[in-house]
């Protein structure tokens, strides 16, 4: 059975009239037409809808998508969040007590809080599956690589999200936080004061504040985009419990494929 | 098909001035990220003390006594803990510990002109006024009085009176700040005395520039960590 390429055929139907150059179709009635005539946008959205997936996967194979989502969540929820908090050492926590008297943005806090959190399991889950099923193999060595830099930048984000709180467990756990980095050899005290923003705790909410607003998400999307593209470009690893085709490189691709 | 001469110039050309144009962007970009840590700061001097009825004479043991037993008793020698304000606000305010110490006894090295103190009231030597940062050297815990000295709640860390590590996980002495008086410091009042620039210091009391907590400043690890102070 073909798969179908895209979401739907405008041009079923159609009556080109003599000497047209392109596709003529008169008004379409209806708006999803009215799009597609103008964008093509079926035939983007219809190869990342309608992928063809190995036979013989399982719901572990979806945590790569789950992990998209609560990333996607997140976004939406901290933005929300940043329209009520106020990134200064004297406004921060009481900006916090606002948004938590209020039902609307205090849930949208908890979803941001909890969703914290359902990232870091999921992202780990999805990378212990990928390693047991031996998904990291050529040609997908780069795509795992994409990963662990997205696994560190989430990391970075649950990092500095946590001193935006700005109460005694916040300040201290960034103060240790940073002062462990700076044990590290050689760079560790650069690495240290480039963190902190001198040589005390003053300028650090703000610093933090930019770089868990803006720095890291941009390295996030720009990471999370070419992940995605090495994958739909290769496609998904057939699971290692189903009998597929070995792939073969070098000479024996060439004998194999000859 | 092979580039001719002149569509190679040009190339050449459009990519030298991008990439003078991403320097013009970048420069300024990336020394605002990681300049401020590295500025020097010139010394904020702090008032730690002031005796308003003795305005014209430097502080003697006399006048700092009172101010010192009335607080905190470090090891055998008498200090105060006076809180400084922090830029972060409530939170991260810092405690400095005033001392009094013995010059000869405690001090094989010179130390600044300033802090020396002439002897009064049964200080055999010439003393010593020295403020003690209540940063762990470990991971940056306030530290409080106990044990003879110092001790730090959250790992377990331990000083002696005078700030060196005598127990746990820190890795060098407290860091200091400079006491000075305060006809040393620039619009300094006489008679008053100030808190000065904050700095780390090994076991011998050498000086050495703000470092992280954490970082050995002695010892067989302390190459490892070329940029300090």
Redesign the interface.
């Known amino acids: 059975m073909a798969l179908p390429t895209k979401l739907f055929d405008p041009t079923k139907g159609r009556v080109q009239p003599p000497g047209a150059i392109g596709p003529i179709d008169g008004n379409p009635l209806n708006p999803v037409d009215w799009i597609e005539e103008r964008t093509g946008a079926g035939s983007i959205v219809g190869p990342l809808l309608f992928r063809p997936i190995p036979r013989g996967v399982n719901w572990f194979y979806t945590l790569g998508a789950t992990a998209l989502t609560v990333f996607i969540l997140q976004s939406i929820t901290g933005v929300i969040l940043a329209m009520y908090y106020v990134p200064s050492p004297q406004g921060a926590y009481e900006s916090i007590q606002g948004i938590n008297d209020d039902p609307f943005t205090s849930l949208t806090r908890a979803m941001h809080h909890w969703g914290a959190s359902v990232m870091i399991i999921v992202i780990a889950l999805h990378m212990c599956r990928v390693y047991f099923t031996n998904s990291y193999k050529y040609p997908r060595e780069l795509n795992w690589v994409v990963g662990m830099v997205i696994l560190l930048l989430t990391l970075g984000m649950g990092f500095t999200g946590y001193l935006l709180i700005w109460d005694q467990k916040a300040y201290w756990a960034t103060v240790v936080g940073i002062n462990i980095g700076g044990t590290a050899p050689i760079v560790g005290p650069l690495v240290a004061d480039f963190l902190r923003g001198g040589p005390d705790f003053g300028s650090t909410l703000a610093r933090f504040y930019a770089i868990h607003m803006l720095l890291i998400p941009g390295g996030l999307i720009t990471f999370i985009t070419i992940h995605f593209y090495l994958l739909i470009r290769i496609g998904i690893a057939v699971p290692p419990w189903v009998r597929g085709k070995p792939v073969a490189t070098g000479k024996a691709r060439k004998k194999a494929t000859a | 098909m092979a580039l001719s001469s002149r569509e190679k110039f040009l190339t050449g050309v459009v990519v030298g001035a991008g990439g003078l144009i991403g320097l013009g962007i970048a420069v300024p970009v990336v020394g605002a990220?990681?300049a401020?840590?590295?500025?020097k700061?010139e010394g904020d001097f702090v008032k730690v003390f002031h005796a308003p009825d003795k305005q014209d004479q430097a502080p003697d043991f006399a006048t700092l006594k009172p101010f010192l037993m009335n607080e905190v008793v470090i090891g055998d020698a008498p200090a105060a803990a006076v809180e400084l304000p922090?830029?972060?606000?409530e939170?991260?305010a810092?405690a400095l510990y005033v001392s009094v110490r013995n010059l000869n006894a405690d001090y094989k090295k010179p130390v600044l002109k300033g802090n020396t103190f002439p002897s009064k009231d049964g200080m055999p030597d010439n003393f010593v006024v020295e403020g003690i940062s209540n940063t762990c050297m470990h991971?940056?815990?306030p530290v409080s009085g106990g044990g003879g000295g110092f001790a730090c709640p959250?790992h377990g860390g331990n000083y002696d009176g005078l700030g060196r590590r005598v127990g746990g996980p820190p890795v060098r002495p407290l860091d200091r700040y400079d006491m000075l008086d305060g006809k040393w410091v620039a619009g300094g009042e006489p008679g008053t005395l100030y808190a000065g620039q904050?700095h780390s210091v090994d076991n011998d009391f050498n000086r050495y520039g703000?470092?992280?907590?954490?970082?050995p400043l002695t010892g067989f690890l302390a190459p490892?960590?070329?940029?300090?102070g």
């Open positions: 990220a990681f401020p840590p590295f500025k700061r922090g830029q972060s606000g939170v991260g810092r991971l940056g815990c959250c904050l703000l470092t992280p907590p954490g970082v490892i960590y070329p940029a300090k």
